[in-house]
Every structure is written in C-alpha cells, then in structure tokens.
C-alpha cells in the first residue's frame, strides 16, 4: 500500500473528537468477509493494513509503527469485456445456425449475454480493490486514499457505521474554519484579473489559495520564514489545470513544456481562470517534498517524502514515512494560514489583489 513505500496519494480527514478506545473492536466486527464465501454480488468490509485480505482483524494488524492502520477492500467478480464479446459471439452464431436466421435480434442477444453473464461471472477470481487509511491520534487527524468522490462517499459512510464517527474532509473551507475560526462562505467573491469583475467569478476559496501560492512563489521570492520551521521553499511546477465557471473554456490544461511562463498561462490568468491543479515543491533545508496538489479538493497525488538518511527495519521506515507526510501538512498549512492572514484582512487583500492583476498582466508569456 502506498503509505509504505513510494509515493502517497492521500486525502486528509479531521476526526473532531478522536476515535474510541474499542476502535479495533468496532473495525473487527465490520470486517471483509472470506473471499471463498463470496457470491456474485460484490462485497466490502475492513482488513488491516499489511494485505488486502489481512483478516481477521486484531490489535496486532490494525497497528503499525504506532499508527492504526487499515483498509476498506471492496471485492467483486468482473468478467472481462473481450472474454464476454468472444462467448456472446460463440453463442449468437450457434443461434444464427440453429434458427436458420442470417441474423440475431435485439432481444435475442439480449438473452444470450445474460446468459454467459450468469455462467461466467460465478467462475471469475474475485478483484480487489482497497482504499487504506493510517490515523494520527495526537493531531486526531486521518490520511486516507480515498481520492475520487465515489471513494470519499463510500470511505465517510463506511467508516460512520462501523465507528460511529464522523470524518471531516479537510479542504480550503474546513481547514479554515478550524484553524482560524474563519467562513469562507463570507468572503466577497474576488477576481485575480484586473479585466474581470469581482462579482462575475464563484466563489472558489481552494482555487484562490493555490493561484495565490503561485503568485506568492514568484512575485514575493517564493522564500517563506517561519518561526519554528526555519526558511521555507516554494515553487510551482506544470502540469497546470485552469479552471472557471461561465462562457468560454471551462477548463485549460497546460503539460509539455514550460507551462508556468507560457502564452497560454498568462492568457488563462488574465481571462480569470484560476489555478486548480498544479505540482508544487516544498524544500526545508536539504529536505524536499513534491506532490501534485488539486486545491478544489485538496487531495494529494505522486506525493514523493525526503528519504531518511539511514536503513531502517520495516516498521521504523513506516513511522518515519508517516511523520514525513505529517510535516510536509504543517509546512503546507503554515502556507495556507499566510494566505488566510491576506484573504480575510480586507486592506491587505486589496493591495495583495492589485500585485496578483500586476503580475497577472506582466508576467513573460512564451508560446
């Protein structure tokens, strides 16, 4: 699973009040059931975290390194697409043959692939697939790989009914709130292009923050001195993913290249398009962290950690994977507040606003 090794893709969650003490009880309970019982149908349920069939659940699987650590695996028969045309094909010439007919109708290659469905599917070896979590109990904070909006949904509703907790994914809204008290949903809407009115964007308090990291990284430096972090780094790489709701183009995707100073860029920027995906770059010293960073959902892809400096047993490594994940979130986080302090301090938003349209407007554009 990737929190052992390679890089992350990760969601983050809040946790509110923490998880019970028969958490591993509760998850037990819930757990997958036996690949051998299983029907047509698809299943799901929990394992621990070393495999996708690491039942049953007990103290010793759940945790590791110190961190529970688990899964969600949904198992289920397929029938693969070339393996079902080639059977229905078999079956609709020995009905062509058997009828006389030139031809199968509708309804008849209807009942044929329902038919070869229902003789193949119970044959098939079950597919796994599993969505792992590890939890940070001191920070009550919960990463997670449940990347698209069917995993979000499926990972928060499972995870309700087994634990009895509700998990909070954390975005630009929620991060807000719970760091700083502060409702985004009171923010005027806020245009980064002096050639686009404020009141005809949305309001997009992720996006914001990401475009103003870009500005932030080239405009001001991109060196950020923090008190308990030292000198921090940043700076924004492509592929670049602009995005605006209303007329024209909703969406630019700029790859090859040098996206970040082309044509294009600055034409997406002045055209009001904020920045929505980028890969960003966060360097502490001799330490570095990349990752590709959707700022509407804030899930992080091909997060790659610093690597330690010295072999490690097994256990060890993870530990110190899982405190390099919670560092590169601190250090993201120290942005995110550095944004927050312009965003909701209205004289320091409206001249950090005039120095995104001046850099906007005069920033080199290559085609």
Known sequence: MSFESGSIAVRMFYVGKGLPTDVVEKFAKHAAPPLKSMGTGATQGWVGGRHLIDVPITEENAYYGGYLRLALVKAERKVPGSLLRAECMLEEVAYMRAEGKPYVDRKARSDI????MGRLLPTMPPTLKGIPFVYEDRERLLYAGALSESQL???VINFKETV???????DAGTAAAKRREIRVADWAKTSFSAEVADEEMEDAPGLDFLTWLWFASEARGGIF???EHGELGVAIEGPLLFTRAGAGAHEISLRKGLPTVSAEAKTALLSGKKLRRAKV???????KWTCSFDAQTFVFRGLKLPEPKEMLDPASRFQERVMRLGDFRVLLFELFDRFLDDRSDGKKWAATKKEIHQWGAERGGRA
């Open 225 to 227: 001195a923090t008190k």
């Open 153 to 155: 949904d499926a990972f």
């Open 164 to 170: 009895g907790v509700n998990l909070i994914p954390v």
């Open 281 to 287: 770059m966060l360097a502490r010293g001799e330490e």
């Open 113 to 116: 692939r329902k038919e070869v």
